[in-house]
């Protein structure tokens, strides 16, 4: 009934940029914190940043500076702005957001993750 819907991901060269989107589409009632994560190869994944409703903002210490976390309430829609990219930036990228759904006239909420984009930093 939900999806989350990432585009964006690509190749750059290192200290190029990228702008990630998270399109969240079917019965939402309304969406409250999202995040983006980022999992590298033979590494965990890692939380990125995070989003709550009124716009509130946390990064990991590797990316502050550097990434924008945004969200548009009225598109369903998250942004990850990526200027400085580096060669350890690469990752598949994954956004996750919390989400009020409706069936009819059922509401609860649950956790939803988007499918991955890819990123890549090389010359």
């Known amino acids: 009934q939900v999806q989350l819907v990432e585009s964006g991901g690509g190749l750059v060269q290192p200290g190029g940029s990228l702008r990630l989107s998270c399109a969240a589409s079917?019965?939402?009632?309304?969406?409250?914190?999202m995040g983006w994560y980022r999992q590298a190869p033979g590494k965990q994944r890692e939380l990125v940043a995070t989003?709550?409703?009124?716009?509130?903002?946390t990064y990991v210490d590797s990316v502050k500076g550097r990434f924008t976390i945004s969200r548009d309430n009225a598109k369903n829609t998250m942004y990850l702005e990526m200027n400085n990219l580096k060669p350890e930036d690469t990752a598949v990228y994954s956004c996750?957001?919390?989400?009020?759904?409706?069936?009819?006239?059922?509401?609860?909420?649950?956790?939803?993750w988007g499918q991955g984009t890819q990123v890549i930093v090389s010359s």
């Open positions: 079917g019965n939402i009632f309304s969406i409250q914190d």
């Open positions: 996750n957001a919390d989400i009020v759904y409706y069936i009819g006239s059922y509401y609860s909420n649950k956790e939803y």
């Open positions: 989003i709550t409703t009124d716009s509130t903002t």
